[in-house]
Nanobody
Framework: DVQLQASGGGLVQLGGALRLSCTASGLRFDDYAICWFRQAPEKEREGVSCINVRDGSTWYERSVKGRFTISSDNAKNTVFLHMSSLKPEDSAIYYC??????????????????????WGQGTQVTVSS
């Protein structure tokens, strides 16, 4: 069975930082893009960032570019989302997800984040002002 285990959420003050982790099992890690999505109360789920595990190429949603960094430790089948300069509007449940395939810049520009094949459980991030 494929499992995506997300962790690292918490309560942080405005301007603070957090690191989320997503560890995958039951899939061939290199064959996937791992993405982070988030959903705030009464808002639609949105893509935040993705990484092609195969070569480490990345995509960021516009509002987090320059503040969030996605990376992977392929030896541990783990993807990290380093979040800094956090704002109250970053508060949400963050989900990691795996999408089979490789997704380049043109895909993100024209389609947006890929539709995942697998979802992990969410981890709550709350930023206080």
């Amino acid at each position: 069975d494929v499992q995506l285990q997300a962790s690292g959420g918490g309560l942080v003050q405005l301007g603070g930082a957090l690191r989320l982790s997503c560890t995958a099992s039951g899939l061939r890690f290199d064959d996937y893009a791992i993405c982070w999505f988030r959903q705030a109360p009464e808002k639609e789920r949105e893509g935040v960032s993705c990484i092609n595990v195969r070569d480490g190429s990345t995509w960021y949603e516009r509002s987090v570019k320059g503040r969030f960094t996605i990376s992977s430790d392929n030896a541990k089948n783990t993807v990290f989302l380093h979040m800094s300069s956090l704002k109250p509007e970053d508060s949400a449940i963050y989900y990691c997800a795996a999408a089979a395939g490789y997704f380049g810049g043109t895909f993100y520009l024209t389609v947006g984040p890929p539709r995942p094949n697998y979802w992990g459980q969410g981890t709550q991030v709350t930023v206080s002002s």
